[in-house]
């Protein structure tokens, strides 16, 4: 668990912060084998700092991941307001896709180290839920996407999509075709 | 490698047969946890016959694996036969993606008993892959499915739909839902 008492002084807050930004990178390149040595070391921080943060490299990949998801949550708010909404959700659901193989990583090193995320990342959980339900139904109101599907849909094929983007034998222009033909299929059919 | 040195009799072929189809059931069921006593057992002959015709369980696993690969290739080619080439290939990739967990079972099944099929499997996979081509390029030609894509974005979309059908957490009717977007997204685009 991520144990944050007392609020932090704001210097406190920018180290932590850069913190989970470079071990979202760490994480990603180098998935279970990364050390929370080597996050220390490319954020300029002696350990001690990481530690204090962070006790456990468990603790450290569990706000990773609630950060990942409150970035795309915020991201889908953001699209959300976009003149476009059709443009907006084919936007969110392609970068979900192309940040796949990051994700997995992610979740393979949380795995190894035995971190149940179920937990703390229920709230952010809930939070990304509705973020993405709004950016689709907007789109479903401006009609650009088909309305015959749910946020339930929309999760299935962006996990099915990430791991057909997650195998690196297949080539990036056969992925961005494959990508294509599931968004245009969730456009709505306008004839035969 | 599964060794056929001298023509099997037919009743050896028969028996040799049915092993397969019991063993594809048997390892879809259990996965890893299949033995080949169980195979034996349900088969309803004694474990030497099973070791007559594979000699270990990586040699059965391999066998069931090209059997299989076999029989869709045969069920594509009788597919490309019917009169409604847009239906079979439809028809052929929703079964694919349907019978995804037995696959799954299977691939780690044989992940498990360290059995690599590139080279058994070589052959029928390029049978597969010009079974499947077939089906498609009839399905094109027929202007039912979209001409900008060949058989490595049908494979890709085929590993990535059938991902989503082995969770077993996603509801049928969910399932159902996200393959019709896939399966839209393969037809041609009629207007918009």
Redesign the interface.
């Known amino acids: 668990m991520v144990t944050n008492e007392r609020p932090l002084r704001s210097d406190a807050r920018r180290n932590r912060a850069k913190l989970l930004d470079v071990a979202e990178r760490v994480f990603a390149e180098k998935g279970t084998s990364a050390s929370t040595e080597e996050v220390a070391r490319r954020a300029g921080v002696g350990i001690g700092t990481v530690f204090r943060h962070f006790p456990t490299k468990g603790d450290l990949l569990e706000a990773v991941f609630v950060a990942r998801l409150r970035r795309l949550a915020d991201e889908a708010d953001r699209l959300a307001e976009s003149a476009d909404p059709g443009e907006a959700f084919f936007t969110f659901f392609a970068q979900m896709v192309r940040s796949a193989p990051e994700k997995n990583a992610l979740s393979e090193a949380l795995a190894a180290a035995g971190v149940d995320v179920t937990e703390t990342a229920s709230p952010i959980k809930d939070a990304f839920r509705t973020s993405v339900s709004t950016l689709l139904e907007r789109a479903q109101r401006a009609g650009a996407v088909?309305a015959?599907?749910g946020f339930?849909?929309v999760i299935?094929?962006l996990?099915?999509?990430s791991?057909?983007a997650e195998?690196s034998f297949?080539?990036p222009d056969?992925?961005s075709?494959?990508l294509?033909?599931?968004?245009?299929?969730?456009?709505p059919?306008?004839?035969?």
């Open positions: 088909r015959d599907i339930a849909e299935t094929l996990v099915s999509a791991h057909g195998h297949t080539a056969v992925q075709r494959a294509a033909v599931v968004l245009d299929g969730l456009r059919r306008t004839g035969g």
